[in-house]
C-alpha cells in the first residue's frame, strides 16, 4: 500500500518552537501563552518579550518536533533578552529585569527606568 504524502510542508515544521509560560496572577495561575505559529521563533519571542507582551513570564521551553528533541530555554532566552536590552538600550518592566535576575547565567547591568516622585 502507498503512503500519501503530507499535506504538511515538512519544512513548516522543522524548526525549533518557542513557548512562553506566564504568570497570570494568583487568582489564575500559571498558563503557556495562545501565540500564533510564526510568532514562535526565539526573534519573535525576544522582541515580545522586550515589548511588554509577556507580563510574567516563568519559564520558556524550545522544542522541535521534527528533529525529536525539547528543552529548558529559559536561562539562553533570559541571557539574550538582556543582551539585547543592554545592546539597544531598551527600558524593560520591573517584572522582566525580575526575569532576567532569576534566570540568566550571565551578569548583565541593565538600568531600569523609575519614575520619580513629584517630577511631572
Known amino acids: 500500500m502507498r503512503q500519501s504524502p503530507s499535506i504538511v510542508p515538512l519544512d513548516r515544521l522543522d524548526r525549533d518552537v518557542y513557548l512562553v509560560l506566564e ?27 522586550l515589548s ?20 529548558d530555554a ?11 536590552a543592554t545592546d539597544t538600550d531598551a527600558e524593560i518592566s520591573s517584572a522582566l529585569h525580575a526575569f532576567i535576575e532569576a534566570n540568566a547565567t550571565k551578569r548583565f547591568d541593565l538600568q531600569l527606568t523609575l519614575p520619580l516622585r513629584g517630577a511631572a
Open 23 to 49: 504568570d497570570l496572577g494568583a487568582r489564575a495561575g500559571c498558563a503557556w501563552r495562545e501565540t500564533d505559529e510564526q510568532d514562535t521563533d526565539l526573534e519573535t519571542v525576544l522582541r515580545h518579550l
Open 52 to 71: 511588554g507582551q509577556y507580563t510574567y513570564p516563568v519559564r520558556i521551553v524550545a522544542f522541535n518536533a521534527i528533529e525529536g528533541w525539547s528543552r
Open 74 to 84: 529559559t536561562s539562553d532566552v533570559a541571557d539574550a533578552v538582556a543582551q539585547r
